[in-house]
């Protein structure tokens, strides 16, 4: 199975601020890295995934993937108090089953 | 277009009651999962369906865990006997066969058992 840790646990910025989250991850043969967003009470919502070494952005939203040192990162550009949840960082076993593995998640809260 | 729809949304047991979660996907979703989320912690994959069959259900904590999904559409998990420990919301998720689909999750069951 995977093991999948995220970092930090909890993270406080202000308005307007980078917010940084980081993921490491156990298989480098893992295939898709996802994160999701999870308000409370809510079920988790996929935000953006990543395959290749590299980065790629989707509006304020830029993840970075580093296959040889089995870390990931999701960076939010002008983090709003609406942004305010649980991140959590999910690796898939590269199946056509999709099957997502996840770590405890980084608690996000954007100030005003 | 509906999302993935779970009922009840909470529950409240004592120990050694039994309780049943019900899940209907996305139309049209072949693959359904089940996941177990304690407080504070990310999900955790119970057992995972292609349309009627059980993939992989390694992952259920003990036989008085178990899942179905009769007609390759609903699916419902049933906990016999619950313990303090089986705390914790239940998810249920859908996704289309195929490479880089993201799973997509309902609100989840949260149980408490005292």
């Known amino acids: 199975q995977e093991k999948v840790q995220q970092s930090p646990e909890s993270l406080i910025v202000p308005e307007g601020a980078m917010s940084s989250l980081n993921c490491t991850f156990s298989n480098s043969a893992s295939q898709s890295i996802w994160w999701y967003q999870q308000h409370p009470g809510k079920g988790p919502e996929a935000l953006i995934?990543?395959?290749?070494?590299g980065n790629k952005k989707e509006g304020r939203l830029t993840v970075y993937l580093n296959r040889a040192s089995l870390h990931v990162s999701l960076h939010i550009r002008d983090s709003q108090p609406s942004d305010s949840a649980v991140y959590l960082c999910?690796?898939?076993?590269?199946?056509?089953?999709?099957?997502?593995?996840f770590g405890s998640g980084t608690k996000l809260t954007v100030e005003p | 277009e509906a999302g993935v729809t779970q009922s009840p949304r909470y529950a409240v047991l004592q120990e050694g009651q039994a309780v049943s979660f019900w899940c209907d996907p996305i139309s049209g979703h072949d693959t359904l999962y089940w996941y177990q989320q304690p407080r504070d912690q990310g999900p955790q994959l119970l057992v995972y369906?292609?349309?009627?069959?059980?993939?992989?259900n390694s992952q259920l904590p003990s036989d008085r865990f178990s899942a179905v999904r009769p007609k390759g559409t609903n699916s419902t998990l049933k906990i016999q006997s619950a313990k303090q420990g089986d705390t914790a919301t239940y998810l249920c998720a859908s996704s289309f066969r195929g490479n880089n689909q993201a799973p997509l999750f309902g609100e989840g069951t949260r149980l408490s058992v005292l």
């Open positions: 369906f292609r349309d009627e069959a059980v993939i992989d």
């Open positions: 999910a690796v898939s076993k590269g199946s056509n089953y999709n099957v997502l593995y």
């Open positions: 995934s990543i395959f290749s070494n």
